[in-house]
C-alpha cells in the first residue's frame, strides 16, 4: 500500500545522507528520517493522483465537451457511475477556474433511446444559430454520438449516429434536442467523436468526424441540418487501429506570422509503443479540405497513457489547450485502484515551434500549474564524472516536480524505492533515442501487456546544446517533458512505495555539470 505523508514546519521530509560521485555500480544507501502521519479523509486512497483530475468514484475515459465560458473551464468526460469497468457511457462533469483545482457536478447526460452517450465536443453559440439561446442566455451546446448497444449486438454497422443538446445554465442541466440525431448512418461500423468548432473562413459550424480508417468532415449554418465537405486520411498517417477523437485548430508558428493547421488522430491500437496513442498532422485548412505533405507518422506523445486527447474551444488568450486520458485501452481496465478509475494529463498548451528545417508541435504544462508548484531548495552545484552518477534523495518523492538542464549529450535518470521498485529512462542524444523501462516499476503484473517491454522515443531533431528535463511525478504517473514540450512520454506508474531517491547517471564521455537542479513539492489540489 502507497503511503501518503504529511510533513510538519515548512513540509520537508528530512533526508540525512551522503551526497557525492559513486561508481555506476554502487547503490544509494541512504538514512531517511521522516516524520509520517497516515493521511485519512478525501482523496487519499492507494494510487489517487493527488494535483491530476480522477472522478471521485468510478470508471472515466476520454476527456469530451472541452469549452470555456464566463471564467469558467467545463471538462464532460465518459464516465460509468455503477462500476469501475466500463459500461453504459453517460457524461460526467467537472469545472474548474485553473485546470488544477476542479470541482465535481453532477452527471451532464445520460443514456436516452438513441443510446448511450459515447465522446463528442461542445461550444458556446454566441451568434444564437442554433435558435436554442435567449435574449440574455447564451446556450451551451453539447455534440455527442450515439451508440446503439442493442444494434451493435444485432450486427448491424449503423448503430451510431451524432446526437446535440443545450443549456442555458452554463452546463448545469441540459435539454436534449427534440430532432436527434442530426447525422444517421448509412453503414458506417465505427462513425463517432465529433469535434465541432466555429470556422471563421466558411462563417458556419464544422464537424470533424472518424469513419473507421478516415476522418469526415461536415460544415452546418445552426447545428442542426448538417453537409458532408470532404474527407482525409485513407492513404496518410497510422492505421493500426480505428481512427478516434479528432481535432483541428490554426496557430501561429512560434516566431512568425504563418499560420497552420494542426489534426489531432487518437488511434487504438497501433501506437508506436503498443494500444492506444495520438498522432498529428501539420498542414492547411480552406475552410472545407484539410490537406498536408507530410510524409512520416508524428505523434503528440511517445508514452503509453495520453490518449483520446482533445483541446478546448474559447479557451482564454487564443491558448490551444489539451488534455488527455492518461491510460491505455491495453490495460485501462486492469489498472490497480479500487474507488476509481483512470485520471487525466496535466493540461498543456500546445503549440508550433520550428527546429532547424522542420516544425514540429510542442506540449508542456499550463503556466497554472506553475501556481500549484511550491518553491524548493535546490541542490548546489555538482560535477558528475563520465560513468559516474550522483544519488539524490527526493524530499517530495511521488508529489513533484524535477527540473535539471543536460549539458552533455547522454544521461540515464533513475527513480528508486527503498523497497527495490525502481524506473529508468534513458536519453541518449547520440543514437537519437529516449527509453523508458517501467517493468519494476511497482506493481505491474495487473496486466501482461503493462510492461511488456521498454518503450523508445525517437528524437531525430533534438539540439545538440543543453535542454530542459522536467519531470512531474504524482502518485499513480511520471510525465516526461525535454526541451520545453519538444518531446514527451507520459505513463502510468503503481510504486509499492514511493521512490525516495533520483540516480543520474553520466553516460557521456565528458564531464557533467548540474547547476540548476531543483525538486520541487506539487501542492495537492483536493483540499
Not at 486 to 498: R, S
Request: hydrophobic residues 35%.
Amino acid at each position: 500500500m502507497v503511503k501518503t505523508i504529511r510533513n510538519r514546519g515548512l513540509e520537508l521530509v528530512v533526508l540525512l545522507c551522503v551526497l557525492c560521485n559513486f561508481s555506476c555500480k554502487e547503490e544509494a544507501k541512504n538514512e531517511v528520517v521522516t516524520d509520517e502521519i497516515e493521511v485519512t479523509g478525501h482523496y487519499v486512497e492507494p494510487y489517487r493522483s493527488q494535483f491530476h483530475f480522477t472522478p471521485e468514484e468510478s470508471w472515466m475515459n476520454d476527456p469530451n465537451g472541452l469549452v470555456y465560458n464566463d471564467g469558467v473551464y467545463h471538462l464532460f468526460y465518459q464516465y460509468y457511475p455503477d462500476s469501475t469497468v466500463w459500461g453504459p457511457m453517460h457524461w460526467g462533469h467537472a469545472v474548474s477556474e485553473d485546470m488544477m483545482k476542479w470541482k465535481h457536478k453532477p452527471i451532464a447526460l445520460f443514456p436516452d433511446e438513441n443510446g448511450l452517450i459515447f465522446s463528442g465536443s461542445a461550444v458556446m453559440d454566441h451568434n444564437n444559430t442554433s435558435g436554442f439561446g435567449t435574449e440574455d442566455k447564451t446556450a451551451m451546446v453539447a455534440i455527442f454520438t450515439y451508440h446503439d448497444m442493442e444494434g451493435e449486438q444485432a450486427g448491424k454497422k449503423d448503430f451510431q449516429t451524432q446526437g446535440i443538446a443545450y443549456s442555458l445554465d452554463n452546463g448545469d442541466s441540459w435539454t436534449k434536442y427534440e430532432g436527434n440525431p442530426v447525422i444517421g448512418n448509412t453503414g458506417i461500423k465505427d462513425f463517432r467523436d465529433p469535434k465541432v468548432f466555429w470556422n471563421e473562413i466558411e462563417e458556419n459550424w464544422t464537424m470533424l468526424l472518424v469513419a473507421g480508417d478516415h476522418l469526415q468532415i461536415w460544415n452546418s449554418p445552426d447545428l442542426k441540418e448538417w453537409k458532408k465537405v470532404s474527407e482525409f486520411g485513407k492513404n496518410k498517417g497510422a492505421h493500426g487501429g480505428v481512427w478516434e477523437c479528432p481535432d483541428l485548430f490554426p496557430l501561429k508558428i512560434e516566431g512568425t506570422e504563418e499560420v497552420k493547421w494542426v489534426l489531432l488522430i487518437s488511434i487504438n491500437p497501433g501506437a508506436p509503443n503498443g494500444g492506444s496513442g495520438t498522432q498529428y498532422f501539420i498542414g492547411d485548412f480552406d475552410g472545407t479540405t484539410f490537406t498536408t505533405d507530410q510524409k512520416e507518422n508524428k505523434w503528440v506523445d511517445l508514452g503509453r497513457d495520453n490518449y483520446a486527447g482533445v483541446t478546448y474551444n474559447d479557451a482564454p488568450n487564443d491558448e490551444r489547450v489539451f488534455i488527455g486520458w492518461m491510460s491505455n485501452w491495453d490495460y485501462a481496465r486492469d489498472t490497480p485502484t479500487e474507488k476509481w478509475r483512470s485520471a487525466m494529463t496535466i493540461p498543456r498548451e500546445l503549440t508550433l515551434r520550428k527546429v532547424g528545417d522542420e516544425v514540429s508541435l510542442f506540449n508542456y504544462p499550463l503556466k497554472s500549474f506553475e501556481k500549484h508548484v511550491a518553491l524548493a531548495y535546490p541542490e548546489s552545484v555538482f560535477q558528475i564524472l563520465p560513468t559516474r552518477k550522483r544519488i539524490i534523495p527526493l524530499k517530495y518523492s511521488n508529489q513533484s516536480k524535477t527540473k535539471f538542464t543536460l549539458k552533455v549529450p547522454n544521461t540515464q535518470v533513475y527513480f528508486r524505492g527503498e523497497n527495490g521498485d525502481s524506473l529508468s529512462i534513458d536519453i541518449n542524444r547520440d543514437k537519437k533515442l529516449v527509453t523508458f523501462d517501467r517493468r519494476k516499476s511497482g506493481k505491474v503484473d495487473f496486466s501482461d501487456k503493462f510492461s511488456s517491454g521498454v518503450q523508445q522515443m525517437p528524437i531525430p531533431n533534438i539540439p545538440d546544446g543543453p535542454i530542459e528535463i522536467v519531470f512531474i511525478l504524482d502518485h499513480s504517473s511520471i510525465e516526461l517533458f525535454i526541451n520545453g514540450g519538444q518531446y514527451v512520454m507520459t505513463n502510468q506508474i503503481f510504486p509499492n512505495e514511493f521512490y525516495r531517491s533520483i540516480s543520474i547517471v553520466n553516460t557521456s564521455e565528458e564531464k557533467f555539470e548540474i547547476d540548476d537542479f531543483a525538486e520541487h513539492k506539487v501542492e495537492r489540489v483536493w483540499d
